[in-house]
């Protein structure tokens, strides 16, 4: 199985910031690597999928880079409603596998 | 609007089979594939399979191999994740998402809510 790890764990910061999460394949992946955005009790939301794609629907403030086995996303202004879990997602092979998540908190 | 409805939280006791739904609507079902992906309370997201909704074709985590069952009823719009020998560490929220099997690039644009499946005696 293809091993994600995200760094950091978790991030502090303040609105206004820009911010990045790194996402690190085990093996390479080209550019099958997709982006959610989860908040509690609720279910994930892609926000970049194929690298670099926006999802239709989220803001420009979002944007992802990267290919083989190192990915990153980021938010380029830091707004209330961007404090969350990001996690990358390898769909490269099955069985797809997460990154353990980074949370996002109000620093 | 595009949606996936999930049946409601099940309570099953160990070594017992839970059956959970995942209802389409507005859009071409059998278009689709549709994904099963479960979180633990506090752990990352773990994919356990998926199914074309078109052909039936299936595929499977080899952790859950053997356990797991995923089905579709066309008629209905709803796929279907059944998952057997339950055990106190299957306890978690079970989400369905679809994704488009004749894509380039494979993720999941829509997701559904949630269905908490707790195994305890």
């Known amino acids: 199985d293809i091993q994600m790890t995200q760094s950091p764990y978790s991030l502090s910061a303040s609105v206004g910031d820009r911010v990045t999460i790194t996402c690190r394949a085990s093996?390479?992946?080209?550019?099958?690597l997709n982006w959610y955005q989860q908040k509690p009790g609720k279910a994930p939301k892609l926000l970049i999928y194929a690298a670099s794609s926006l999802q239709s629907g989220v803001p420009s403030r979002f944007s992802g880079s990267g290919s083989g086995t190192d990915f990153t996303l980021t938010i380029s202004s830091l707004q209330p409603e961007d404090f969350a879990t990001y996690y990358c997602q390898q769909s490269y092979s099955t069985p797809y596998t997460f990154g353990q998540g980074t949370k996002l908190e109000i620093k | 609007q595009v949606q996936l409805v999930q049946s409601g939280a099940e309570v099953k006791k160990p070594g017992a089979s839970v059956k959970v739904s995942c209802k389409a609507s507005g859009y071409t079902f059998t278009s689709y594939g549709i994904h099963w992906v479960r979180q633990a309370p506090g752990q990352r997201l773990e994919w356990m399979g998926w199914?074309?909704?078109?052909?039936?074709?299936?595929k499977y985590s080899q952790k859950f191999q053997g356990r797991v069952t995923i089905t579709r009823d066309t008629s209905a719009s709803t796929a279907y994740m059944e998952l057997s020998s339950l055990r106190s560490e299957d306890t978690a929220v079970y989400y369905c998402a679809r994704d488009d099997p004749s894509a380039y690039y494979y993720y999941m644009d829509v997701w559904g809510k949630g269905t908490t499946v707790t195994v305890s005696s």
């Open positions: 199914i074309n909704a078109g052909n039936g074709n299936t």
């Open positions: 093996q390479t992946i080209s550019t099958y």
